[in-house]
């Protein structure tokens, strides 16, 4: 009997579009579609690193949202220079909450002060196997898992 219960439970769960298409575990950015200014058009072999795990309720996200390694700064950098070298530069963590095609986020320690205290963050989302998209007003961002 109880097999039987175990097996239900995972035909059920292998059935429901949110859970076989889960957007738990580790994915790194791979393309970047932007729609207009100086950075328009499709990127791919230009995209920099980043990093976004989701766990059950939790994400952590780190990631360079230009299309240019960022310069290291020398080890005499004036503090303006080592603030250029983290403008471009994202990083969050928080809970997160997942509809069939949004995603909220809600940071808890960010980069910058203003994230952590502001309005939870928005953006629609579709997942198909390995593969996760964002839409946001003027961009698109194609992530894939590399860890379950």
Same mark, same amino acid.
């Given at each position: 009997?109880?097999?039987?219960?175990?097996?239900?439970?995972?035909?059920?769960?292998?059935?429901? %579009?949110?859970?076989?298409?889960?957007?738990?575990?580790?994915?790194? %950015? /791979?393309?970047?579609?932007?729609?207009?200014?100086?950075?328009?058009g499709r990127h791919t072999t230009?995209?920099?690193?980043?990093?976004?795990?989701?766990?059950?309720?939790?994400?952590?996200?780190?990631?360079?949202? /230009?299309?240019?390694?960022?310069?290291?700064?020398?080890?005499?950098?004036?503090?303006?220079?080592?603030?250029?070298?983290?403008?471009?530069? #994202?990083?969050?963590?928080?809970?997160?909450?997942?509809?069939?095609?949004? #995603?909220?986020?809600?940071?808890?320690?960010?980069?910058?002060?203003?994230?952590?205290t502001g309005k939870p963050i928005?953006?629609? #989302?579709?997942?198909?196997?390995?593969?996760?998209?964002?839409?946001?007003?003027?961009?698109?961002?194609?992530?894939?898992?590399?860890?379950?």
């Amino acid at each position: 009997m109880r097999s039987g219960i175990t097996l239900l439970t995972l035909l059920g769960a292998a059935m429901d %579009p949110l859970v076989a298409q889960t957007v738990q575990g580790v994915w790194k %950015p /791979v393309q970047v579609v932007i729609d207009s200014g100086a950075d328009a058009g499709r990127h791919t072999t230009d995209v920099q690193p980043g990093l976004l795990i989701f766990a059950k309720r939790h994400y952590s996200m780190m990631y360079v949202p /230009v299309f240019k390694p960022r310069a290291v700064p020398s080890d005499s950098a004036s503090d303006q220079e080592l603030g250029l070298s983290f403008v471009p530069f #994202i990083a969050n963590g928080g809970t997160y909450q997942r509809t069939d095609s949004t #995603i909220t986020f809600s940071p808890s320690v960010a980069k910058h002060p203003a994230v952590m205290t502001g309005k939870p963050i928005t953006r629609q #989302i579709r997942v198909k196997g390995d593969t996760l998209w964002f839409t946001s007003p003027g961009l698109k961002a194609t992530w894939v898992r590399i860890e379950r």
